[in-house]
């Protein structure tokens, strides 16, 4: 199993350029999220997604769109980048129930220019 | 909203001694899970705790969830070079299901020799 992947796992962007960052994981797990990583300030959940079909907003959510078309994969979608989105970007995946331990991919390092 | 604090930020040791960081949230949680992120690296799962008052051990680290399940602490004995990283503890949102997480701020771990 590859567990969770995401790509790419570096980019630059300049202000209002769109883009989307891939996540896919191959363990069949119905919970998906998206984390953003900014120095002093932990992991703060972008959106995530309970299942094919369905998301929610999390704790920072404008800026970015997702979808949710297969179990595998959730894509998250820079709309048009702000410097303030420069950040380091994780993906995360669990199997529900009781003991939900969170996969994380190896993330994407974004800077805004 | 749901907040979870840690302290403290970093914390510098001497390899041998000691280390603690301290989990507290601002609301009740019904479980708690502690990650380990190296530098440069995606955090990975090390435990959950789901009781009050429990504790597990993992080798020299030892798991803590309060009476009341509103805080945490993580203590490592003897501290190694391989435990340099960032500790997070991560409790369910207040929606979404115990698959939201909200993680704390983390503490920053170095060992030197």
């Known amino acids: 199993n590859a567990g969770v992947t995401q790509t790419p796992k570096f980019q630059v962007l300049k202000t209002g350029q769109s883009m989307t960052l891939q996540c896919a994981q191959d363990m069949n797990h119905e919970y998906m999220s998206w984390y953003r990583q900014d120095p002093g300030m932990g992991l703060r959940l972008i959106h995530y997604s309970v299942g094919a079909g369905i998301t929610d907003q999390g704790e920072v959510p404008n800026g970015y769109n997702v979808s949710r078309s297969t179990t595998e994969d959730f894509p998250l979608r820079l709309l048009s980048a702000a410097p303030s989105q420069t950040s380091v970007y994780f993906c995360?995946?669990?199997?529900?129930?009781?003991?939900?331990?969170?996969?994380f991919g190896p993330g994407t390092r974004l800077t805004v220019l | 909203g749901q907040q979870v604090m840690q302290i403290p930020q970093y914390q510098h040791v001497q390899e041998g001694e000691d280390f603690t960081t301290y989990c507290n949230s601002s609301t009740t949680l019904s479980n708690i899970q502690w990650y380990k992120q190296r530098p440069g690296g995606h955090p990975v799962f090390l435990i959950q705790l789901v009781k009050s008052g429990e504790v597990k051990k993992q080798k020299r680290l030892t798991f803590q969830f309060g009476e009341a399940k509103k805080n945490s602490s993580l203590h490592i004995t003897a501290t190694q070079t391989t435990d340099v990283g960032t500790y997070f503890c991560?409790?369910?949102?207040?929606?979404?299901?115990?698959?939201?997480?909200?993680f704390g701020t983390g503490t920053q771990l170095k060992v030197e020799l």
């Open positions: 991560a409790g369910p949102g207040l929606t979404g299901g115990g698959n939201k997480l909200t």
């Open positions: 995360a995946s669990s199997g529900g129930g009781i003991y939900n331990e969170q996969f």
